[in-house]
């Protein structure tokens, strides 16, 4: 029997309800900038290890939340989990990223590729579990998978590219090999978040991490479509309750309205949009989350309030809407040179100067 | 007394003027993926050996004009001369990127920066007149620089970078200081940009090449209020013939209205916007530049002329405004792994396959 939920302003916010201050979580919130982190990840001796482990992943994912007032947690895992499933041979090799032994370069390679039993990625849903008993109901938990897209990038390219030449070379030599992979990624992160769901996950998150290095045209065909097969796919419920689905195409600002058609709850948006124009854009029904530029905390406590206004600002500019559906954000993961008290004045100042927009009016 | 240009078409597309077919040329055309380069590159011995001497530079500039049907020659030379004039100190390591010796890190180092003399970038100037007299007017000659906040970029952090951390860090804590170097990037941009038109560039383009990392707002102030006061400086005619200005934002999609707004001639574009749409925000005054994913360039030949058609209808879906104003482009510079036959299927197929939208009605 699970707690009850001592703070929905995040589930709220998602679902365009009113809420008294807008909720504030911060990608990335659980990482290296934290000292307690770096603490956990000498213990568990690498980043893997710390990954699958259920305990560990506990452990990092409530180190933000008992430091900072945050309003949703976040699942520690990494991004490539599912294509490890897959039989891809994820590592990572100490100061870079992650990388694939055996990442997908030809037809014969794209054949044998399937749908991973869920049953491999059983240490996500144990982790998903202990964290949902961790928290006791004190803030909701999201759970997460990389877009169908994103996770094709990887998979082709073997590790981090600065020009995605080999996912992209096979998008437009033979975009039958890469609908392949897209296919079989979408049926896997729709089976690997509603197993996420299950475990006890409140609320799930796509990230489209890079949907915004696509052309016009190819994002829709490539990335776009398979994300509406992963949300078609989804769960609503759980215990009663809706699930809200947040789907974020870093660089998404281009093609904002049809992210917003696609049927998810929130849209994530970066730094490089205005929100009350995104609010325009994407429709009173979706919720938007986002968008400060992590940088901004390398500034001091004053800077920080003054940007932390401007967003509040531009996401009420106009306002027609009301003053609802906003879930404050970064608009990138945090940086792991943050200084860890800056962290403690931005949510502090959401908090604080979001106030008087949800205030009723004449109050 | 300067030879009689033969083929106008690009300067004409520029300005919105009728042409038989859309013009093209490609953003480092004259480089690494070329055999001829790579030899020239060796003679050179080094890159910047390459760049600051007029002889090799003229050499390099020609061989892409040599090979292909291309509308337009660009000046070879490195985006970050200007601020190497002004002492910083420029490099390049082996397999690595440029680098800084001196980069601008604290307020005395910003207070010691001033205009260079535009006599250090002689070798510049003496490189734009040699390519000039050794095309002899086949193709108009582009001149160019980085823009106030691209040179800014590079100058506070000293080499590329992932995040943008130092400079962003001064625009958020000190933005004083960021703008102290913005105005004098600005003043010697201008200068340097109207140097080499005096030299004989016929066209001159500024490269805001990191213009896309900045958040709504920032963008703004702190770099289209310098591009504008760089285009407010620049001669309009050489010859008695008018000078387009280009100016590209990679990832200024989000922005185009007000870039288009600036004054310039052409706004470049890169390929996740949709050619139409973005003529309908930029408005029929200004023409627009690109946009092809270099990427395309590794699929075969069938595949290019796909997507060169795709993008040439992109241009004239709707069609309002006309069939001109459109200068084919990448959406960013050529790939170094690109083979160099595609490029002869890709200029050969803009100039075929845009040659009917460009017919008189009724031919």
């Known amino acids: 029997m699970p707690s009850p939920l001592q703070n929905d302003t995040f589930l709220r916010a998602c679902l365009g309800e009113a809420v008294p201050v807008t909720p504030v979580w911060l990608m990335r919130q659980a990482g290296r900038y934290l000292p307690e982190y770096r603490a956990t990840r000498a213990r568990a001796g690498s980043f893997m290890g710390l990954a699958t482990n259920p305990d560990f992943a506990t452990e990092v994912t409530l180190q933000p939340i008992d430091r900072y007032a945050l309003d949703a947690a976040i699942l520690f895992s990494d991004i490539l989990t599912v294509p490890d499933a897959m039989g891809l041979g994820l590592s990572f090799a100490e100061g870079e990223g992650p990388r694939f032994e055996r990442p997908l370069r030809d037809e014969a390679a794209v054949a044998r590729l399937e749908v991973p039993d869920m049953a491999r990625l059983r240490y996500v849903f144990d982790a998903v579990a202990s964290i949902r ?211 403690s004045v931005l949510v502090d100042a959401v908090h604080e100067l979001s106030r008087p927009y949800h205030a009723p009016a004449g109050t």
């Not at 089976?191 to 769901?197: G, P």
């Not at 078609?232 to 600002?253: M, N, Q, S, W, Y």
């Not at 009420?316 to 954000?329: E, I, K, L, R, T």
């Open 133 to 343: 008993r961790a928290l006791a109901g004190r803030v909701p938990l999201i759970g997460f998978s990389g877009s169908p897209w994103t996770l094709a990038c990887y998979m082709v390219e073997g590790a981090g590219s600065d020009d995605y030449r080999l996912v992209k070379t096979m998008l437009y030599a033979r975009p039958d090999l890469l609908h392949r992979i897209l296919a079989i990624n979408a049926e896997a992160v729709a089976l690997y978040l509603n197993a996420q769901i299950d475990a006890g996950a409140q609320a799930v998150m796509i990230f489209d991490s890079w949907g915004g290095v696509l052309a016009d045209g190819a994002f829709q065909r490539f990335s776009l479509d398979y994300t509406r097969q992963v949300l078609r796919r989804l769960k609503r419920e759980a215990d009663g309750r809706r699930v809200p689905h947040i789907v974020f195409t870093k660089g998404g600002g281009p093609w904002l309205e049809a992210i917003g058609a696609l049927g998810a709850d929130v849209v994530g948006v970066d730094w490089t949009v205005h929100l009350g124009q995104a609010r325009a854009r994407v429709g009173a029904a979706v919720a938007l989350q986002g968008n400060l530029d992590p940088n901004v905390l390398f500034a001091g406590a004053e800077a920080i309030r003054g940007e932390v206004a401007a967003t509040l600002a531009s996401f009420h500019a106009g306002s027609a809407p009301g003053p609802n559906g906003h879930v404050f954000n970064l608009g990138h993961g945090i940086s792991q040179h943050t200084p860890p008290e800056h962290v």
